[in-house]
């Protein structure tokens, strides 16, 4: 038990759509990060929060955006969306240093 | 950026064998993880070993920051060890892990 937790589990949307997924981390835990997943592939850093400030971006465009909350929660958008942003995506929250994972949001865009 | 490579990309065993996976990486790096996903997806946090050597249970791990690798040692493997295993190191002022392609491994019966 990692206490993230993710939602929702699953997603289908269509192309040119936008997306909010959800994550849910520790208290006092002030750092999420965002990671994408293609199949077959390892993670890839999206973006990174901290105390509601986005503090490191991976090579992403700006259609993906994000939220963190003072309740520790946070958000991942995405705008337009197209074929290959078809993923399981991932979000992390930090303590000292280790990173948690929650279970993911695997989302098809058709 | 740290560029990661892990070998082997797939291992087949049978349960009850040793194995031992290789994390190589280009850069110094000031943290590094082991992750076990399983078959649904969770990344499961195995070690956090910037350096040296930990052991948990049948797990062992060794990093050589020097020499910019990681081993990861699995003795007597079951078939729960099956799934992907990524080696994860962390460079520069952000929390961000740069992920290899990992090792696929399939403990049978």
């Known amino acids: 038990e990692t206490g993230v937790t993710q939602s929702p589990t699953h997603l289908i949307k269509t192309r040119g759509q936008q997306v909010t997924l959800r994550c849910s981390s520790q208290?006092?835990?002030?750092?999420v990060s965002w990671y994408q997943q293609a199949l077959g592939q390892g993670p890839q850093f999206i973006f990174q929060?901290?105390?509601?400030?986005?503090?490191g971006r991976g090579n992403f465009p700006p259609r993906f955006s994000g939220l963190q909350f003072p309740n520790y929660s946070s958000e991942l958008n995405v705008n337009a969306l197209e074929l290959d942003d078809s993923a399981l995506y991932l979000c992390?929250?930090?303590?000292?240093?280790?990173?948690?994972f929650g279970a993911g949001t695997r989302l098809s865009v058709l | 950026g740290i560029q990661v490579e892990q070998s082997p990309p797939d291992l087949i065993l049978q349960e009850g064998a040793n194995s031992t996976l290789r994390c190589n990486f280009s850069d110094s790096v000031n943290n590094l993880q082991w992750f076990h996903q399983n078959p649904w997806g969770q990344l499961i946090n195995l070690f956090y070993i910037p350096s040296g050597t930990k052991q948990n249970g049948r797990l062992s791990a060794t990093t050589v920051a020097t020499e910019r690798y990681s081993l990861l040692y699995i003795s007597s493997s079951q078939t729960t060890d099956s799934g992907v295993y990524f080696c994860?190191?962390?460079?520069?002022?952000?929390?961000?892990?740069?992920f290899g392609t990992g090792t696929l491994l399939a403990v049978q019966p």
């Open positions: 992390a929250s930090t303590d000292g240093g280790l990173q948690y």
């Open positions: 208290s006092g835990h002030n750092t």
């Open positions: 994860a190191p962390r460079g520069g002022a952000t929390n961000k892990l740069i």
């Open positions: 929060y901290y105390r509601e400030e986005e503090n």
